[in-house]
C-alpha cells in the first residue's frame, strides 16, 4: 500500500492499534512545550506544534542511558544489560528531525556498531507528519530538502483539514499500511494535488536561506579568520545549540557506583564546554570558546560532510530559535561565504 | 551482528612495575586476559587500549609492550588525574576492564630496512618502546637504531633498568638526557630536540618517530626539518581525551579526523595539512 487517505476520526483507532504492538512516541505538550513521549493513549498526542524543544532523536539516541553493569573495584566485573527489542513507532516527527537520522546512521553504525542506538533504530517505524507551518528560522529547503520532503521516513502524513494524506516510503512503511489498511480511504488525484498544494504553500513560508555553495571549501581556508572571534564574542557557552541539535552526536561516559553495585552511564556532551577536551594533565585543545564555536561550525559545515558527503545539519532552527546570546548559524554561514578570498 | 565496542573485557593485573616515583609517578601494569578468546588479543605496535577501573571510570592509553610478547600486554601509567590515580593503588590480582586494540599503528611493515630514530620524552616514551621492542625482537630486518630519550630529571627518566640492558647491546644506541645538570650525571644535559642536534642523525634511508609533550614534538619536529628530513619521514603519536575509542563521543576530533579511530599515529605531511585544534 502507497498512498492513502485517513479521516481525523479514525486517528485515535489508529494509535490505539499501534500502541497495542508497539511503543507510540509522539507530540506531547508539557509545561507549554512540546516534546517527544511515551504515549498511552491517543488523547495525550498534541500535534499543534512547530517542532518540538527536543529533538526525537533523544528516543533513539538517550540523553542519559546505562551501557552496562558492573561490580566495582578493584576485583570487578561486568554485567551486560539484555537489548532492546521493542517496537518502536515515532510519530509526527518532522523531515528534518527524520533526516537527523539518515546522518547520524554512519556516526553510530560504521566501523563499530552502537548496539544501543542500532538496536532501537532498527526496530522503530518513522512517520512523519509534513510541516505545514515551518517556524521563522527555519531552512530545510536550503539543503534541498521541503517541509514535506519523504525520504528519510517509512511513512509521511500530510494535514489536509480533515483528513490526511500518507504516502508510504520504504517498505517497512507500505506494510505498516497494509496491516492498517481497514482504517484507510484510497487517495484521489484531488488529495494528491491538494497535498502537492500544502507542500508548495509550506515552502513559501520558509523565509531564510543559508548559502551553501563552495562552503565546505571556502571553510577549508578559513580557520584562522577574524571571523570566529566575532561569532563567538556574543556565546555563554550553555550548551543549548548541541543539546537541541538533532545531529549533534557527542557523548560523556561515567561510573556510578555503590558499594558494591555500578553502572557505566552515557550522558549527551556538549563541545561548547571546556572540560569536553580538557586533558588531565592539564592541557587542552579547545581552550577558548573562539575554538569551541568554530570547532560546531567547522563540525557540521566542513568535517561531516568530509566525512559522510552531507551536511551536518538540517535546517530544522533550534539551535538559532533557543540561543540565549542570538547566535544565528546562517548568519555566520552566511557571512563566512562573503568574505573575500 | 557485531560485539559490543562498550563491553570491556576482564583482564588481571600480572605484575605492577614502579618506574618513577614521586609527584609525576609512572607504573607500568602487566596484565593478562582473563577469557581464552582474548588470549590471541593482537595488535601493531601503535595502538591503544581501553583501560576501566569499574566505578572510578575509563581511559584510553598506549599499549608500552611489544606484540612479540603473546602472553600479556602492558601499559605505562603516569599519576595525574582520576582513573590515573585510582589505578596506581591496584596491586598484582586485582582486576580491570580492557577493550581495543584501537586506532592505526605504526608502520612497522613499511620501515623495514629503514633506519630508524626514536625521540621521546617522559612518558610519551610508552607507546615508543612498544615499537622499539618489536623492533628489536625482528631485528635483522631493520636498519641503525637510535634512541633519544630524556625527562626532567634522572629520576623521571621511564624504563630506566631496560636502557641499561640497551646499553649493552652494540646494534643500538641510546642517548638518554636530563632537562637539568645533577650530581653524577655524565650524558646529555638539556632539552630533548637539543639532543636531537647533538646526536645529527642522518635523514638518508631514515625513519624518525616521535612522542613526548606537545611542546616537546613541536621543537623535534622543527629540529628534524632542519636535520634534512623530510615531511614524510616524520612520524608521531597523539593523545586527546578521550570516551568511547570508536569515533562516536567526538571530543578527540583534529579537524574531520578523530585520533582514537583515524590516529593515534599521523605523519608530520598528514598532520600539517591537518586543520584542527591540537
Not at chain 1, 508548495?200 to 523565509?207: L, P, T
Given at each position: 500500500m502507497e498512498n492513502a487517505i485517513i479521516s481525523k476520526e479514525k486517528l485515535p483507532e489508529l494509535f490505539t492499534q499501534i500502541i497495542a504492538k508497539n511503543k507510540l512516541f509522539a507530540p506531547v505538550k508539557e509545561n507549554g512545550f512540546s516534546l517527544f513521549k511515551e504515549v498511552e493513549k491517543a488523547s495525550e498526542i498534541d500535534t499543534s506544534y512547530v517542532n518540538t524543544r527536543v529533538p526525537p532523536k533523544s528516543i533513539i539516541f538517550k540523553q542519559t542511558e546505562t551501557l552496562f553493569h558492573f561490580t566495582p573495584g578493584k576485583k570487578g566485573n561486568v554485567e551486560k544489560i539484555p537489548e532492546e527489542n521493542e517496537k518502536i513507532v515515532i510519530y509526527a516527527i518532522r523531515t528534518c528531525d527524520a533526516k537527523a537520522f539518515a546522518l547520524l546512521d554512519p556516526v553510530f553504525i560504521g566501523d563499530f556498531e552502537d548496539p544501543y542506538y542500532s538496536a532501537r533504530r532498527r526496530n522503530s517505524v518513522l512517520i512523519g507528519l509534513s510541516c505545514n507551518n515551518p517556524g521563522p528560522a527555519c531552512f530545510c529547503t536550503s539543503f534541498d530538502d521541503s517541509p514535506a520532503s519523504i525520504e528519510y521516513v517509512d511513512i509521511l502524513f500530510t494535514d489536509l483539514g480533515y483528513k490526511y494524506y500518507i504516502e508510504g516510503n520504504s517498505e517497512i512503511g507500505k506494510k505498516f499500511l497494509e496491516d492498517h489498511k481497514t482504517l484507510f480511504d484510497a487517495a484521489s488525484g484531488e488529495d494528491q494535488k491538494s497535498r502537492d498544494k500544502v507542500e508548495?504553500?509550506?515552502?513559501?513560508?520558509?523565509?531564510r536561506?543559508?548559502?551553501?555553495?563552495?562552503?565546505?571549501?571556502?571553510?577549508?581556508?578559513?580557520?584562522?579568520?577574524?571571523?570566529?572571534?566575532?561569532?563567538?564574542?556574543?556565546?555563554?557557552?550553555?550548551?543549548?545549540?548541541?543539546?537541541?541539535?538533532?545531529?549533534?552526536?557527542?557523548?560523556?561516559?561515567?561510573?556510578?557506583?555503590?558499594?558494591?553495585?555500578?553502572?557505566?552511564?552515557?550522558?549527551?556532551?556538549?563541545?561548547?564546554?571546556?572540560?569536553?577536551?580538557?586533558?588531565?594533565?592539564?592541557?587542552?585543545?579547545?581552550?577558548?570558546?573562539?575554538?569551541?564555536?568554530?570547532?560546531?561550525?567547522?563540525?557540521?559545515?566542513?568535517?561531516?560532510?568530509?566525512?559522510?558527503?552531507?551536511?551536518?545539519?538540517?535546517?530544522?532552527?533550534?539551535?538559532?530559535?533557543?540561543c540565549s546570546a542570538n547566535i544565528d548559524i546562517i548568519e555566520i554561514i552566511n557571512k563566512i561565504g562573503e568574505v573575500k578570498e | 551482528m557485531k560485539a559490543n565496542p562498550y563491553l570491556p573485557s576482564l583482564a588481571i593485573i600480572e605484575g605492577v612495575k614502579e618506574e618513577v616515583e614521586g609527584n609525576r609517578a609512572i607504573k607500568t601494569f602487566r596484565l593478562a586476559f582473563q577469557d581464552d578468546k582474548k588470549k590471541n588479543f593482537s595488535f601493531i605496535p601503535g595502538q591503544c587500549v581501553m583501560i576501566s577501573l569499574f566505578g572510578s571510570g575509563e581511559c584510553m592509553f598506549a599499549i608500552s609492550s611489544s606484540p612479540t610478547q603473546k602472553d600479556y600486554i602492558e601499559v605505562s601509567v603516569m599519576k595525574h588525574g582520576k582513573v590515573t590515580s585510582a589505578l596506581h593503588k591496584l596491586e598484582k590480582g586485582d582486576t580491570l576492564g580492557v577493550r581495543g586494540p584501537y586506532g592505526n599503528n605504526f608502520d612497522v611493515e613499511g620501515w623495514k630496512k629503514r633506519n630508524l630514530i626514536f625521540i621521546g620524552g617522559g612518558i610519551g616514551q610508552a607507546p615508543l618502546r612498544s615499537v622499539i621492542n618489536y623492533i628489536l625482537d625482528n631485528r635483522e630486518d631493520y636498519g641503525n637504531i637510535d634512541i633519544i630519550y630524556g625527562a626532567r630529571t634522572s629520576a623521571d627518566l621511564c624504563y630506566k633498568d631496560e636502557f641499561v640492558e640497551l646499553e649493552k647491546r652494540n646494534d643500538v644506541k641510546a642517548h638518554l638526557s636530563i632537562d637539568v645538570d645533577e650530581e653524577h650525571w655524565e650524558k646529555y644535559v638539556g632539552f630533548v630536540p637539543d639532543n636531537l642536534l647533538e646526536v645529527n642523525p642522518a635523514p638518508e634511508n631514515a625513519i624518525a618517530i616521535t612522542c613526548g609533550p606537545p611542546i616537546m614534538i613541536h621543537y623535534v619536529i622543527q629540529n628534524l626539518l632542519k636535520l634534512g628530513f623530510k615531511e614524510e619521514q616524520i612520524y608521531t603519536t597523539l593523545e586527546m581525551r578521550m570516551k568511547c575509542g570508536i569515533g562516536i563521543c567526538g571530543r578527540c576530533n583534529i579537524g574531520n579526523l578523530y585520533v582514537c579511530k583515524d590516529g593515534p599515529v599521523f605523519s608530520y605531511d598528514q598532520l600539517k595539512e591537518l586543520q584542527g585544534d591540537i
Open positions: 508548495r504553500e509550506a515552502i513559501g513560508k520558509i523565509k536561506t543559508m548559502k551553501l555553495t563552495g562552503i565546505v571549501e571556502k571553510l577549508d581556508g578559513m580557520f584562522d579568520h577574524p571571523i570566529w572571534y566575532e561569532s563567538a564574542r556574543k556565546c555563554i557557552g550553555c550548551g543549548t545549540c548541541t543539546y537541541l541539535c538533532p545531529t549533534c552526536h557527542c557523548f560523556d561516559m561515567q561510573d556510578e557506583s555503590t558499594l558494591n553495585k555500578g553502572a557505566r552511564i552515557r550522558v549527551w556532551d556538549s563541545c561548547m564546554y571546556p572540560e569536553y577536551t580538557h586533558h588531565a594533565s592539564g592541557h587542552n585543545p579547545r581552550p577558548a570558546r573562539m575554538n569551541r564555536v568554530r570547532n560546531r561550525v567547522y563540525h557540521k559545515f566542513n568535517y561531516f560532510p568530509k566525512n559522510t558527503e552531507v551536511f551536518g545539519c538540517t535546517g530544522c532552527s533550534r539551535c538559532i530559535e533557543y | -
